[in-house]
């Protein structure tokens, strides 16, 4: 099968840098950055803070992609295993990734994360897009934008448990929709590897 995964917050754990970079940027060193949304790929519209937090730190999450987080950033855990695990089953998988308006240089930074942690062979399995992910196509799908998995055409999807997902209900959607075979959750890589033997085997979707 063919099997698109996410890069950010699937494959390399960005919000914990995020995270790092506001707590050491905001005065208020006890101050979290919340994600409430269901996607942080938009990090405009996807931090929320108490009232008194964002009017002394929300701006600066801003400047964030003026900077190359992938030089800090580790593996979700499992994942690299994961990717590796899903290749050696004969699986032709892709990593996919939206590159930040008005910053290409991104693509680049995403290119050393995966050459530095993956390896050279995978540079041409990487595919940038603009945030829209229904022009790659492929049998399965692994994300954690609840948003990007609904647009996507494909037949079989893997939504990524992140806190700005939980308020999905991925079965009533999955319940309405004939566009697609199966809809499942994943809490982490085991699952998703576990999801994606049962889709391999049965094509149904885990209950």
Same mark, same amino acid.
């Given at each position: 099968?063919?099997?698109?995964?996410?890069?950010?917050?699937?494959?390399?754990?960005?919000?914990?840098?995020?995270?790092?970079?506001?707590?050491?940027?905001?005065?208020?060193?006890?101050?979290?950055?919340?994600?409430?949304?269901?996607?942080?790929?938009?990090?405009?519209?996807?931090?929320?803070?108490?009232?008194?937090?964002?009017?002394?730190?929300?701006?600066?999450?801003?400047?964030?992609?003026?900077?190359?987080?992938?030089?800090?950033?580790?593996?979700?855990?499992?994942?690299?295993l994961?990717?590796?695990?899903l290749?050696?089953?004969?699986?032709?998988?892709?990593?996919?990734?939206?590159?930040?308006?008005?910053?290409?240089?991104?693509?680049?930074?995403?290119?050393?994360?995966?050459?530095?942690?993956?390896?050279?062979?995978?540079?041409?399995?990487?595919?940038?897009?603009?945030?829209d992910k229904?022009?790659?196509?492929?049998?399965?799908?692994?994300?954690? @934008?609840?948003?990007v =998995?609904? @647009?996507?055409?494909?037949?079989?999807?893997?939504?990524?448990?992140?806190?700005?997902?939980?308020?999905?209900?991925?079965?009533?959607?999955?319940?309405?929709?004939?566009?697609?075979?199966?809809?499942?959750?994943?809490?982490?890589?085991?699952?998703?590897? @576990?999801?994606?033997?049962? =889709?391999?085997?049965?094509?149904?979707? =885990?209950?």
């Open positions: 099968m063919r099997i698109i995964v996410d890069f950010d917050a699937v494959i390399v754990d960005l919000v914990e840098v995020w995270q790092r970079w506001h707590e050491a940027h905001c005065p208020l060193r006890s101050a979290k950055l919340h994600f409430a949304y269901e996607s942080c790929c938009d990090i405009r519209q996807t931090p929320v803070y108490e009232v008194e937090k964002w009017a002394l730190c929300g701006n600066t999450i801003y400047g964030f992609f003026n900077r190359n987080p992938y030089t800090e950033a580790q593996p979700i855990a499992g994942a690299t994961g990717i590796v695990q290749t050696l089953q004969g699986h032709d998988v892709w990593i996919a990734s939206s590159i930040p308006s008005g910053h290409p240089e991104h693509y680049g930074h995403k290119l050393g994360w995966i050459e530095s942690y993956l390896g050279k062979s995978w540079l041409p399995r990487f595919v940038a897009v603009g945030g229904s022009g790659v196509l492929g049998d399965i799908l692994v994300d954690d @934008a609840a948003h =998995i609904e @647009a996507w055409p494909g037949p079989h999807k893997i939504l990524v448990d992140r806190p700005w997902n939980q308020r999905v209900d991925i079965w009533a959607a999955y319940r309405s929709s004939r566009s697609y075979r199966s809809y499942h959750r994943a809490r982490d890589w085991d699952e998703i590897l @576990a999801s994606v033997e049962v =889709i391999s085997e049965t094509g149904h979707p =885990i209950l």
